[in-house]
């Protein structure tokens, strides 16, 4: 069964580049007086070409850059990037800001033949710090309303899982914003039966964070008297130790892992399998992913270059829409979170690419394989979805529900999956 529920009853917005991103031609418009793409084209030329010229311009310069990447053949993308640098911008319209994030992942890629270059120019890992990111994060909470939704989801289905329990002990795997945590306590408080105790781990390698979610957090409860307690466990995911999660006796467990779990994919099959075996060890009573539900984990440059041009499109679309183009909290978004997980999937390989996304169906069997059994997203969890989406006035944003899974969308692509588990030894 497949449900549906637009962000309002009329749309006003426009078309996404992702919708029409399939018709566009792979060559720029005809125009009699254009060289051949990898040969120089005259400036004045192409500072001079329409808004949606320049976006069909882009698009095949990029597609083409990516390709030639991937061949090795240096004089191509050198030619392909100085036009798209006369194009681009992150400053500019959506299509602009998108073409130059890809185009810096690009040359950072073109780079990777060269260890001695790479090294000095690029280094390895992400260039924002762990708070950095965090912030960029709150703020993409904030103007899209994609992880608040799914934020709603999850929480339904925790107070659900959770019904008549008093003593709650929630693990986050991937701690870096007190939203979700704050309409939880909200909705434990609202409970007929009264709020449990309510115990939170937060994971995360940033004690700044942890110490900001806790202070925001132990104020919440305090106000809404919610007995809780607050515990960080500093590391990053790939060296987490399941065993200091310290879930004791008597509790009801449940896990959150918000855009985490694909971090573990980077060095081997086992690192996941092992992971999931972990938690399932710990028995909780529901488990709750949310990840990015598109596939930029393709050992083929080029085809992970589509899939991700594709999906970010929709995302830079979604944040035209949504904000103006001078927008500090906008450009920290598109620079510090967006721009470095593009620059991560496509300039990196082996165990520094740690952007691995991929859809639900493949988390699925990884879940089952693991002994989780699927927990459908209920009626009331859509109801409560789709409520907080009207209340948002947000046109654009729709809310997919399909065999059991929630799916956040930008206009018809879903670009976030929601899903819940729990141990099959409850059922």
């Known amino acids: ?163 008549g329990e008093k003593l709650v002990h929630v693990i986050d795997l991937g701690a870096s914003d007190p939203t979700q945590w704050i309409e939880l306590l909200q909705l434990l408080a609202a409970r007929p039966e009264g709020p449990p105790h309510l115990r939170l781990t937060a994971v995360s390698e940033s004690k700044e964070v942890t110490n900001q979610i806790s202070v925001c957090l132990t104020k919440e409860a305090e106000r809404l008297d919610v007995p809780f307690q607050f515990n960080a466990i500093l590391t990053d995911l790939n060296s987490l130790d399941v065993e200091k999660l310290k879930v004791k006796t008597g509790e009801a467990l449940a896990v959150s892992s918000v855009l985490s779990l694909h971090l573990l994919l980077g060095n081997s099959n086992c690192q996941i399998e092992d992971f999931l075996n972990a938690l399932w060890n710990l028995a909780p009573k529901i488990m709750v992913v949310t990840e990015q539900e598109s596939n930029h984990n393709s050992p083929v440059l080029t085809e992970r270059f589509v899939e991700a041009l594709n999906y970010y499109a929709a995302v830079f679309d979604c944040l035209e829409l949504t904000a103006p183009r001078n927008s500090v909290e906008r450009a920290r978004v598109e620079r510090v979170l967006l721009g470095e997980e593009i620059k991560n999937m496509i300039a990196c390989e082996g165990a520094e690419r740690k952007e691995r996304h991929e859809r639900v169906e493949s988390w699925g069997k990884r879940m089952e394989a693991a002994g989780f059994g699927r927990v459908p997203m209920g009626y009331y969890g859509l109801l409560h979805v789709r409520r907080m989406l009207q209340g948002l006035n947000c046109d654009g944003y729709r809310v997919r529900e399909e065999k059991g899974c929630f799916f956040v969308c930008w206009q018809d692509r879903a670009l976030f999956s929601v899903s819940a588990w729990r141990c099959r030894r409850f059922d």
């Open 1 to 163: 069964m497949t449900q549906e529920e637009n962000g309002s009853s009329t749309s006003t917005t426009s078309s996404s580049p992702l919708q029409s991103f399939s018709q566009m031609p792979l060559s720029p418009p005809p125009a009699s007086t254009a060289p051949p793409p990898t040969s120089p084209l005259p400036s004045a030329y192409l500072q001079n070409l329409r808004s949606d010229e320049r976006g069909l311009y882009l698009i095949h310069f990029l597609l083409n850059c990516a390709n030639h990447v991937s061949a090795g053949r240096l004089d191509h993308v050198s030619t392909l990037l100085q036009h798209i640098s006369l194009l681009s911008s992150p400053d500019g319209d959506a299509m602009q800001r998108l073409s130059a994030a890809f185009s810096v992942a690009l040359a950072r890629r073109s780079l990777r033949p060269f260890p001695g270059l790479y090294q000095t120019l690029v280094g390895s890992g992400c260039s924002a710090s762990a708070p950095a990111v965090a912030a960029a994060r709150h703020d993409f909470v904030n103007l899209c309303p994609f992880l608040r939704l799914a934020f709603a989801a999850s929480n339904q289905a925790i107070v659900e899982a959770m019904e």
